[in-house]
């Protein structure tokens, strides 16, 4: 008996995540709190949705469901370290988005070659 493969979150390159979030084949979600954006910035095009807020906003039976999320779109995590961000990612799963990744931190991003904004 085969049993179906569970969907896990995936891994991705800095280099690959600039370049899909470049391309428009992804969207990009920042889960830092408001004060860690405040000192360091975030990735340019990318969403501020709080990790206390993710499950409110990425659910698409909630009345708060982020405009700009799809479950059929490839989605990119990332907070300080990737362990926020991972959390999220496994959320997003439950809720049936289908291509998840956790960049890890914004450093990773800026690694790519990711631009970072401010204010």
């Not at 428009?24 to 360091?40: F, G, M, P, Y």
Request: proline letters at 4%; hydrophobic letters at 40%.
């Amino acid at each position: 008996m085969n049993l179906p493969l569970q969907e896990t979150v995936r891994e991705i390159a800095p280099n690959d995540a600039v370049s899909k979030i470049a391309a428009k084949q992804a969207v990009l979600i920042d889960v830092r709190d408001i004060a860690e954006l405040n000192s360091t910035g975030k990735a340019k095009d990318a969403l501020h949705i709080p990790l206390m807020m993710i499950s409110t906003k990425t659910d698409p039976k909630h009345p708060e469901f982020h405009a700009d999320l799809s479950t059929e779109t490839a989605v990119i995590l990332y907070c300080a370290s990737g362990g926020r961000s991972g959390m999220a990612a496994q959320m997003l799963l439950s809720y049936g988005f289908t291509e998840v990744y956790n960049l890890g931190g914004l450093m990773h991003w800026q690694q790519g070659g990711g631009e970072v904004v401010r204010g």
